[in-house]
């Protein structure tokens, strides 16, 4: 993907182990989306925040016991 590309989005988010979900509020000074998350990144952090915390039966395989 080219810097163009993200330039022209409507929305821009970045994952990690770190950061989980975290929207892109500017690329070079150009703000994207107000500087705000969008819809699509909204709802892929709230089902993010739901899986992990064992809230989605579907995906409980995914995690791991803390001891």
């Known amino acids: 993907m080219k810097k163009t590309d993200l330039l022209k989005a409507d929305e821009v988010f970045l994952t990690g182990t ?3 979900i975290t929207a892109v509020g500017s690329i070079d000074q150009k703000v ?3 500087g705000q998350a969008g ?3 909204s709802e ?3 089902l993010y ?3 992990v ?3 989605v039966g579907k995906y409980r ?3 791991t016991a803390a001891y």
Do not use: A, D
């Open 39 to 41: 819809p699509v990144t």
């Open 49 to 51: 925040r739901q899986i």
């Open 32 to 34: 994207i989306k107000k």
């Open 53 to 55: 915390r064992g809230e």
């Open 44 to 46: 892929l952090q709230k």
């Open 18 to 20: 770190g950061i989980e």
């Open 61 to 63: 395989s995914w995690l």
